[in-house]
């Protein structure tokens, strides 16, 4: 994801660094671990061609990495989906795409709809943020490799370009935004979607779901630490427990009041910023409403995958090849027991 941080405009932007640089130290919550992780990146190849909306403005490059393990290059593209990928789902997670990829994070439109395309062939079937949420509820069940694509930090190139790929092929897709984006005097990196953009989305194509990614907790201050998993020590005195719940409690609010008003649909999902989370910090999102909550852990959700703790792998860099996501796909499908229960599966899946 790229690194920001939302500035006021004008002089004041380099007052508010220096005292995020200097007044701002984050810990641990309470002595407890903050557990973050990050989902495999695999090599691969780039494609080129692409469909997109008007644009709204320049794409700035940022500079972030994401961490994780690498698979072998040169992958042979697998055959068909493995019967032990049944009763399970695969989460992608992408970040940012741009006509010319730059950065760990960000790949180009041919490359997203080359994997979309390429797996979809294998066999594997995309399933919409809704069908996800009656399979975790035991209410329905879902084909055997159903994968669900999700997007992080709500830029506008989800708009530009992830969107128009995903509907031409009547494919579904969940973005996660930071809402705190939406104010003109945020001074970021790349372009973030408009409050009017997601509207339109949302109104055009039910299939398309924007859920929450925080309102302005997503600033990492350290390798450990960002403003949800940490406490803030301001004048020396490091914030209670009753402030640091507060904090949290009202950015969430803050969050999903922005989203509600943008859609009907509902805003019951989280993705964690950095795949950063602590026990605290997953109890307060509970306390307000969030479901289902995905980290950057690599692996599959079932149904006996903690719903605030769900895994997903990582398929949005430029060094990832449709086969390489296939190869951890199926591995993490054999690593894993297939699922006892089953139900008649009744959703009308797109393919």
């Keep these: 994801m790229k690194w920001k941080i939302p500035l006021a405009a004008g002089s004041a932007a380099v007052l ?3 005292a995020l640089l200097g007044l701002i130290l984050l810990r641990g919550i309470a002595g407890k671990p903050v557990a973050g992780h990050s989902a ?3 090599p691969g190849s780039r494609e080129q061609g692409w469909s997109q909306l008007p644009a709204r403005g320049k794409h700035k490059e940022g500079a972030p990495a994401s961490g994780g393990a690498a698979s072998a290059q040169g992958l042979p593209v697998p055959a068909a989906v493995p019967a032990s990928f049944t009763g399970k789902v695969g989460v992608l997670m992408y970040h940012d795409i741009e006509p010319t990829a730059a950065g760990a994070d960000a790949i180009t439109p041919g490359q997203f709809a080359s994997e979309l395309d390429g797996l979809r062939k294998i066999g594997y079937r995309i399933i919409s943020l809704q069908q996800f949420r009656m399979f975790m509820q035991g209410k329905q069940s879902v084909p055997k490799g159903s994968l669900l694509v999700t997007f992080d930090d709500g830029y506008e190139s989800f708009y530009r370009y992830a969107y128009p790929i995903l509907k031409q092929r009547g494919l579904a897709g969940a ?7 939406f104010s003109p005097s945020a001074l970021v990196y790349t372009p973030h979607m408009t409050p009017a953009e997601i509207k339109k989305m949302e109104t055009d194509d039910p299939a398309m779901e924007v859920q929450a990614h925080t309102d302005a907790l997503h600033v990492k201050i350290d390798r450990r630490h960002d403003l949800l998993t940490g406490r803030l020590l301001r004048a020396g005195r490091l914030e209670s427990d009753a402030d640091y719940r507060a904090r949290i409690t009202a950015d969430t609010i ?3 009041t922005a989203l509600r008003r943008l859609n009907s649909r509902p805003v019951d999902s ?6 950063l989370h602590t026990p605290e910090a997953v109890s307060l999102l509970r306390a307000q409403g ?7 852990a690599p692996g599959l959700a079932s149904r006996t995958s903690d719903p605030l703790l769900l895994p997903r792998v990582n398929a949005g860099s430029p060094a990832i090849s449709t086969a390489a996501i296939a190869d951890e796909l199926n591995r993490l499908a054999s690593a894993m ?10 959703l009308a899946t797109a393919s």
């Design 16 to 18: 508010i660094a220096a």
């Design 254 to 256: 803050r969050c999903l």
């Design 175 to 181: 973005c996660f935004v930071i809402t705190g984006d």
């Design 40 to 42: 495999a990146q695999l």
């Design 270 to 275: 989280f993705a964690y910023p950095y795949g």
């Design 290 to 296: 969030i479901k289902y909550a995905f980290t950057t």
């Design 337 to 346: 027991p297939p699922l006892r229960r089953t139900l008649p599966s009744t």
